[in-house]
Structure formats: structure tokens, C-alpha cells
């Protein structure tokens, strides 16, 4: 699920709207906000993305149904729209006619009585029902940051109007699933309990970090004179900044390893952080473009000499 509005408005079209309308709406949108034409304007994207999440639902007929009937539920992983149907009866009736199961008044269907339990029933009494069903799952999907999840540590959201607090374990990845139990919809009868929640973890991009298996990539700044020099530099990780030492003469894209600071996840030996050195060009001014000049003037060697294909 990618988007709370509605997946009309997010077309501009109103729910009677016919395949035609849908795909002719979509391709303007697309047409519009395509990442190609708007390079540097995230909202764009994320329109864009919406747009598409819509037209993949409605353009598609049974996504469509289902979507019409349940909403955005109806689009989750697992999401059965069967067991969905016989909960909202039962709910239903339960509003109608709350007294009976107490033995107020009201219609009683037989097959609300046993509609709570899971084992086989014989009407003669042979064997009961002994074990009460659970209530459905219910999913939800929570966004957290890059240093979060390789850290781990414990989120609140809201589900259903509850608050509910979640401990996401270090080295979440994108697309992780976490099961907590009892926190999905009620039971369909007194005291049966409820269904778990299942959670589906985002994890936002980091500007200068990026994730591979257990292993964590930085690509770093460092200035001309580092580079040239070498020197003793500040290395942000995981638990704490290091000091690395740049060898003298480090060029761009040169890279070391930190042993043991990359993910850690439980009972197993943390990954390593790669660290990319990269060249940072000083800011331009009359003083720098004076010694560069001049560098350039005394340097005749060829960086790319011998490079062919």
C-alpha cells in the first residue's frame, strides 16, 4: 500500500469511471509528473508513484472489485477477501442483534453459535469445538530511518485508532516483515483472542550510506590536501565515530575497511563498513584558482594515459 487517499481522487475521476477514462487519466499523470521530466522535484516522484499504484488497481478489474469492496485491505499481501466477508457479517449481526449470545432477544442462526471455534462439531455431541478461532490479521507497513534500522529500537503507530509499540530488531531491511501477536482485529466471540498484527518495514534511503547484506558502504569526502598529504580523518558508524588514517596519495574511489561495524544481527558476526574516499573540489576563488593554475602548469603527467578499449 502505497498511499492513504483514494486511489479515484488520486486519478480525478469518480468511482463509476470506465476502463477508457482510468487509462486515458493515468497516461496524462504520467505523462506530467514522469521522474524524466522533473529531475530535481521529489514530489513529482512520489505523485507519480502514486499515480501508478492507482491505475495498477484500478486498471485492473479484479484488483478493482476487491479494491471497491474492502479498499486498500483488500491489496495486502495474504489479504483473504472470504474470511474478510464472514468477519464484517459477523460484525454485522453482532450490532443487530447484541443480546444473543446472552440470552436476550433477537434471531439466533446455528451457525453463528459455533462460528467462534475451529475443531470439527458433531451436532449429536460426539466430539465439541474446543479451541476458539482468532481474530483476523491485520497489516500494516511503518517507515523508519536508515540508522534506525540497523540499530533497531522501539516505534509507536497507530492501528485500527490503537497505539501500538513495536520493537524492530537491529538489521531490519526493506520489505522485512515482523509478526506481533494479539495486536490485530478482535476475536469473532467473547473471549476468543484476537489476530496478530504482521508489519512490513520501509527504510528510507540514507544520503551517503548505503546496505549491502550485512555490510555497510560510505562514500566519504575528503579534501585535496587529505588526499595528497594523507592524514588522520573522523569516521561516522554505527556505534560511534572511528579515526581512520588516509594513506598519503589516496585518489578517488580508493577504499578501506573497518572490520566489525557494519550490521549486527543477532548471533552472528557483524558485517564490515567499506569506506569510498572521494575527492572534494574546493570552492572556487581567486586564491585556489591561483595554485591550481599553478600545479597544473608544473604536473605534465597523464592521469589517463594507457586507458583503452
Known amino acids: 500500500m502505497m498511499s492513504g487517499r483514494d486511489l479515484y481522487s488520486v486519478l480525478g475521476l469518480s468511482r ?3 476502463s477508457d477514462a482510468i487509462r486515458k487519466s493515468f497516461r496524462k499523470l504520467a505523462k ?3 521522474p524524466d521530466r522533473n529531475p530535481n522535484n521529489p ?3 512520489a505523485r507519480f508513484k502514486e499515480a501508478s499504484h492507482a491505475f495498477d488497481v484500478l486498471g485492473d478489474p479484479k484488483k478493482r472489485k476487491l479494491y471497491d469492496e474492502f479498499g486498500e485491505d483488500a491489496l495486502r499481501d495474504g489479504f483473504d477477501p472470504d474470511r474478510h466477508r464472514r468477519q464484517r457479517d459477523w460484525t454485522q449481526r453482532q450490532s443487530r442483534y447484541p443480546g444473543r449470545n446472552t440470552g436476550g432477544g433477537g434471531q439466533i442462526n446455528v451457525e453463528d453459535l459455533f462460528s467462534g471455534f475451529t475443531d470439527s462439531f458433531d451436532i449429536f455431541g460426539a466430539r465439541s469445538r474446543k479451541q476458539k478461532s482468532r481474530g483476523i490479521d ?11 534500522a540497523i540499530r ?4 509507536n503507530l497507530i492501528v485500527e485508532r490503537k497505539n501500538v509499540q513495536v520493537r524492530i530488531p537491529p538489521g531490519a531491511e526493506e520489505g522485512s516483515r515482523l509478526r506481533v501477536p494479539e495486536h490485530g482485529g478482535p476475536g469473532p466471540s467473547a473471549g476468543s483472542p ?3 498484527l504482521v508489519l512490513t518495514i520501509h527504510v528510507s534511503p540514507h544520503s551517503h550510506f548505503r546496505r549491502e547484506e550485512n555490510d555497510l558502504h560510505l562514500t566519504l569526502p575528503i579534501t585535496v590536501g587529505e588526499a ?3 592524514g588522520k580523518i ?6 560511534g565515530a572511528v579515526t581512520l588514517k588516509v594513506p598519503a596519495g589516496t585518489s578517488s574511489g580508493t577504499v578501506m575497511r573497518v572490520r566489525g561495524k557494519g550490521v549486527a544481527l543477532k548471533d552472528k558476526e557483524p558485517g564490515d563498513l567499506y569506506v569510498h574516499f572521494m575527492i572534494a573540489v574546493p570552492k572556487e576563488s581567486a586564491e585556489v584558482t591561483k595554485h591550481i593554475e599553478a600545479i597544473a602548469a608544473k604536473d605534465t603527467s597523464d592521469p589517463r594515459e594507457g586507458i583503452e578499449l
Open 16 to 18: 463509476e469511471a470506465d
Open 32 to 34: 506530467e509528473l514522469h
Open 43 to 45: 514530489e513529482a516522484e
Open 138 to 148: 491485520l497489516e500494516s507497513e511503518l517507515t523508519i530511518d536508515f540508522a534506525d
Open 152 to 155: 533497531g529500537g522501539v516505534f
Open 194 to 196: 484476537p489476530g496478530d
Open 228 to 230: 595528497y598529504q594523507g
Open 234 to 239: 573522523r569516521v561516522p558508524t554505527v556505534d
